[in-house]
């Protein structure tokens, strides 16, 4: 079984996630390699520093982050005391700095933020819109023709699953289901797995026979099947999730932020469709719009959680393992060699 890992790299799309995040400047530790954003050096005692995972930017070149974090410096003044950012690998990198009250604000996958061993440290103030709802539903795509209509004719079937922004939740309710029809988790039950981060790269390999499955938002089927409403025809939808949240931007209820940090905040997030460079991004990357934050976006999600780790024996971070395994990878690993 094997894993594919498709790259991303695109100063825009870079420059979106800064504006949704509401950040001003970005320290970014890869490896060895440290790369600073120019405004970085004027942060002083009074920054304001936002951690953000590297799931939120999978793919993204580091030389493009300096860049489009340049460009962003130039073009907007977030605030003018300064701030600064750092992206930190894994949940629990960003947990462990929350508890050291290294970071002030974060921006997290809903999957990590329910991982996380102590959620009540996180207040949650904003989620982004990509979909018609906050939070998007995966769906299991199926080709006909390839002989899968069933959840049990998926027995050593090659199966693509959407990653990107969405993280691996998509994986995650994939062996839900499974496991709903008494079936094997999907490592011991397809003969393939692969990941990929554009929906184009999802769908089309089994719209061409090439795969026998998927597994992608709703958002994302729909969108490849305006473009091409043969895909609907050919591809049958075996099985849809609930609604289930993305990510989310909160601040760190250890941290102690000024009334007047917060504000500006949260009007930075939530008013990002108000000038006409923030709408073109928006709808270039499909961000209709930022909500303020409800409690109720987790709900599905949460029940998710709980359902895989009864019905797998498997802590929820399981498949998040894997996504950072993968990051970390050649662009093909054995899946049975990461367990």
């Given at each position: 079984m094997r894993v594919t890992r498709f790259h991303l790299s695109s100063r825009l799309r870079l420059i979106a996630l800064i504006c949704v995040m509401?950040?001003?400047?970005?320290?970014?530790?890869?490896?060895?390699?440290?790369?600073t954003s120019p405004a970085a050096s004027d942060v002083g005692e009074n920054a304001y520093p936002h951690g953000i995972t590297t799931m939120q930017l999978t793919g993204v070149n580091l030389k493009d982050a300096q860049t489009a974090i340049s460009l962003w410096m130039t073009s907007i003044e977030y605030d003018?005391?300064?701030?600064?950012?750092?992206?930190?690998?894994?949940?629990?990198?960003?947990?462990?700095?929350?508890?050291?009250?290294?970071?002030?604000t974060v921006t997290i996958h809903a999957l990590e933020y329910v991982a996380l061993p102590d959620r009540s440290i996180v207040e949650p103030y904003a989620v982004q819109v990509r979909g018609e709802a906050a939070e998007m539903s995966?769906?299991?795509?199926?080709?006909?023709?390839?002989?899968?209509?069933?959840?049990?004719?998926?027995?050593?079937?090659?199966?693509?699953?959407e990653t990107g922004i969405a993280g691996m939740a998509g994986a995650v309710w994939l062996d839900v289901?499974?496991?709903?029809?008494?079936?094997?988790?999907?490592?011991?039950?397809?003969?393939?797995?692969?990941?990929?981060?554009?929906?184009?790269?999802?769908?089309?390999?089994?719209f061409f026979g090439q795969m026998d499955a998927c597994v992608v938002s709703r958002t994302s089927y729909n969108v490849m099947?305006?473009?091409?409403?043969?895909?609907?025809k050919r591809l049958t939808i075996l099985a849809e999730s609930k609604p289930l949240?993305?990510?989310?931007?909160?601040?760190s209820r250890l941290a102690d932020i000024p009334d007047d940090q917060r504000k500006t905040?949260?009007?930075a997030t939530m008013n990002l469709g108000d000038t006409p460079e923030g709408r073109q991004i928006m709808t270039l990357f499909r961000v209709n719009k930022i909500e303020a934050w409800n409690d109720n976006y987790l709900n599905n999600l949460k029940e998710l959680a709980r359902e895989y780790e009864q019905s797998t024996g498997k802590k929820i971070d399981y498949w998040l393992w894997k996504g950072y395994a993968?990051?970390?990878?050649?662009?093909?690993?054995?899946?049975?060699?990461m367990q």
């Open positions: 509401g950040l001003a400047g970005i320290v970014m530790a890869a490896d060895d390699d440290t790369l003018r005391r300064g701030s600064e950012g750092k992206f930190y690998h894994t949940y629990q990198e960003i947990y462990q700095a929350l508890l050291d009250r290294k970071v002030d995966y769906v299991l795509l199926a080709s006909v023709k390839n002989g899968v209509s069933s959840l049990a004719n998926l027995k050593g079937k090659r199966m693509l699953i289901i499974l496991k709903r029809e008494n079936l094997p988790e999907a490592e011991q039950f397809l003969g393939r797995i692969e990941l990929a981060q554009k929906s184009s790269e999802t769908i089309l390999p089994v099947n305006e473009l091409n409403p043969q895909i609907g949240l993305e990510g989310l931007t909160g601040f905040t949260i009007d993968i990051n970390d990878s050649p662009s093909k690993i054995k899946l049975s060699a």
